[in-house]
């Protein structure tokens, strides 16, 4: 009896491009580290590079393939490519590269990062520079830093927002469980991703149920489990996430809109009107040092906890409604800690 053939799923393009990009970065960072001023030899190259001795042989195979003129240096031990040979020039200038090297600092913060496309960027870029440029951005990297974000904790989300991301670009549906604070037991959704967006401190997903007419708002750390489908995703050609969101305070919208007027103390104003809080903000200063800031907002919940955080040195002046509910929660601060 003739055995029978094991079928092997066929890897995703998604996988498979990522598998591409990591390697191609790790090709590149060779190049970079021997177009450098120190001395890189194999073994040196595969512990900067954490892979294997046989792996850099292999990429400077490559290299040399790409018509890359290195050459091992008997005295010094060590690879050089040919002096005076680069890529052809990037036409970027100082402040644009000063760009880059912010958002790859930016891009890997903790909390933030997602995904590892922003370093292999830059990495290549610097591969295409003059020695001068490309120590321009090691520098810029030293001095620029990104710190205490206060962000949702993202670190075990990389793989579903890689997924979410890939599912946008490719246009495919996305399936998962969800965990809502609101439900007893995560659930089970399908979902038309129509975008992903930071906001209010945390990476959020917009997309339409598959059995509803109307978008949601989704925390990505609240995924279980998520999964790119085959069927094409429908997203509206006119979808706009600022009309989405409207003049809600933060990702969730109410269905009542709110004149909000805030008049917020002497020590305080200084501080409040150094942010710009919200698109509808106004802010009028007062001869006694005082500041009143003025919003439309889409719903009171959000702003309510913003509100509380200034507990004694903001006065709600209007509407009514968020006054009640500032004094709601304060006598219930009271009460339990009374206990």
């Keep these: 009896m003739a055995k029978k053939k094991t079928v092997r799923p066929a890897r995703r393009d998604a996988e498979r491009r ?18 450098g001023r120190g001395r890189w030899n194999a073994a040196g190259i595969a512990a900067e590079l954490e892979c294997s001795e046989r792996t850099v042989f292999r990429d400077l195979q490559v290299l040399e393939m790409a018509g890359i003129p290195w050459v091992f240096e008997e005295v010094a031990q060590c690879y050089r490519v040919r002096p005076g040979w680069q890529f052809p020039v990037m036409n970027l200038t100082d402040d644009e590269l000063l760009g880059q090297v912010t958002a790859t600092v930016i891009a890997g913060a903790k909390g933030l990062r997602v995904g590892t496309g922003s370093r292999p960027a830059t990495s290549k870029m610097a591969a295409t520079l003059s020695a001068e440029r490309q120590q321009l951005l090691e520098d810029a990297e030293q001095l620029v830093s990104v710190l205490d974000l206060k962000l949702a904790d993202h670190s075990r989300s990389n793989e579903i927002i890689r997924t979410i991301q890939w599912a ?64 094409i995703a429908d997203v509206p050609d006119q979808f706009d996430l600022k009309g989405y969101f409207g003049n809600a305070w933060g990702v969730f919208r109410g269905a009542d809109t709110f004149d909000v007027e805030l008049l917020f103390s002497k020590d305080a104003a200084p501080l409040v ?30 702003i309510l906890w913003w509100v509380l955080g200034w507990s004694g040195r903001v006065k709600v002046i209007a509407p009514r409604q968020l006054k009640e509910l500032v004094i709601g929660q304060l006598k219930q601060a009271i009460s339990m800690n009374q206990k």
């Design 273 to 302: 009107t150094e942010t710009v809080w919200h698109s509808t903000q106004q802010v009028k200063q007062h001869a006694d040092g005082t500041a009143t800031l003025t919003f439309q907002v889409d719903g009171l919940e959000e």
């Design 18 to 35: 990522l598998r591409q990009t990591d390697r191609l970065s790790r090709v590149l960072r060779v190049l970079q580290l021997i177009q």
């Design 168 to 231: 946008l670009l490719d246009n495919k549906q996305l399936s998962g469980q969800y965990g809502s604070p609101y439900q007893e037991s995560p659930v089970r959704v399908t979902l038309h991703p129509y975008r992903l967006c930071l906001a209010q401190q945390a990476w959020y997903l917009v997309a339409r149920p598959v059995d509803e007419v109307r978008p949601k708002t989704y925390r990505v750390t609240r995924f279980k489990s998520l999964r790119a489908l085959g069927a």
